[in-house]
């Protein structure tokens, strides 16, 4: 009798594909202290969106994170709108975007304070009201600022560009004019600079510009500011207040432009001031008083060619 020795079937190795997995783009953590909401970005590149959404138990604070982020572990988290009185964000590293308001826009009763990190950040505003006061620190890095419209902040406004190359604007986009009740101040830090304030825009107080170093750019048009102070500091700045008939600004009491050391231009067209000090400071400076200004009285204008 032969004998027969079993075969073994020769096995098939396959690659078997994975699951597709997506690494989230970082976590922020959103933890409510009493009734300050407290906001805490990482190392990656974060980007949420905080609004008010109308759900069966009422208005509710949402924290959406976008493009791959996290809060607290998942997509979104909500809170209690009547919880939450103050709101206080820290995005600390990477390239951050954070926008405040939507559809249904965002209302904080107390105080907000924003701090970017070092980065490539953006910070957006549309449709919210801060009845408190408002502060911004965009920190190291080339940062953008944009107020879309239809904001108001009752209480001051502080933004702090620090280093970069920066650029801030204020403009209506659709929902309406922003508002900035109180005072609206602005540090440019070291860098170029570049803050456009348009489209309707309202200072109740002191608008404020302190350039510090750097070439530096302002252009208003279209807005109203109870009282102007703008300082260059040191760079080849422009000023530009005013674009003709109906595209001016109107500086309710002084207007006070310093442009410091370096070769500046100051261009004003179709605006009107209480009263008016202009001073070129050191350097190969130009005015351009394009027509239809009044210039109020007094009416100091130094310091130029």
Do not use: C, H, M
């Given at each position: 009798m032969s004998s027969r020795v079993a075969r073994t079937k020769p096995m098939r190795l396959l690659i078997e594909s994975l699951e597709e997995r997506c690494t989230p783009a970082g976590n922020v953590a959103a933890v409510l202290s009493g009734s300050t909401l407290?906001?805490?970005g990482d190392a990656q590149d974060n980007q949420i969106q905080i609004q008010i959404i109308i759900d069966p138990d009422g208005l509710s604070v949402v924290i959406d994170g976008l493009s791959g982020t996290q809060v607290?572990?998942?997509?979104?988290v909500w809170f209690p709108a009547f919880s939450v009185n103050s709101i206080v964000i820290q995005m600390n590293q990477g390239n951050d975007e954070v926008s405040l308001g939507?559809?249904?826009?965002?209302?904080?009763?107390?105080?907000?304070?924003?701090?970017?990190?070092?980065?490539?950040?953006?910070?957006?505003?549309?449709?919210?009201?801060?009845?408190?006061?408002?502060?911004?620190?965009?920190?190291a890095g080339n940062d953008t600022i944009n107020f879309r419209g239809g904001n108001t902040f009752t209480g001051p406004a502080l933004v702090d560009l620090?280093?970069?190359?920066?650029?801030?604007?204020?403009?209506?986009?659709g929902p309406g004019p922003n508002s900035f009740n109180k005072s609206l101040r602005i540090l440019g830090g070291a860098g170029d600079d570049t803050v456009s304030i348009a489209g309707n825009?309202?200072?109740?107080?002191?608008?404020?510009?302190?350039?510090?170093?750097?070439?530096?750019?302002?252009?208003a048009l279209i807005s109203t500011f109870?009282?102007?102070?703008?300082?260059?500091?040191?760079?080849?700045?422009?000023?530009?207040?005013?674009?003709?008939?109906?595209?001016g600004i109107t500086v309710q009491t002084s207007a006070t432009v310093l442009l410091?050391?370096?070769?500046?231009?100051l261009d004003v067209m179709g605006s009107t001031f209480g009263s008016t000090f202009f001073d070129g400071g050191p350097g190969t400076d130009t005015f351009l008083n394009l027509g239809g200004n009044n210039f109020g009285v007094?009416?100091?204008?130094?310091?130029?060619?």
């Open positions: 407290a906001i805490t607290n572990g998942a997509s979104s939507g559809l249904f826009g965002l209302a904080v009763q107390g105080n907000l304070s924003v701090d970017l990190g070092a980065g490539k950040d953006e910070l957006t505003f549309i449709k919210t009201i801060v009845n408190g006061s408002t502060t911004i620190r965009a920190r620090a280093q970069g190359n920066d650029n801030l604007r204020s403009f209506d986009e825009t309202t200072v109740g107080g002191t608008f404020e510009f302190q350039g510090q170093a750097g070439d530096d750019t302002l252009s109870k009282k102007l102070v703008v300082d260059t500091g040191v760079g080849n700045d422009s000023v530009l207040l005013g674009e003709g008939p109906g595209l410091g050391v370096g070769d500046d231009l007094p009416s100091v204008i130094v310091s130029f060619p």
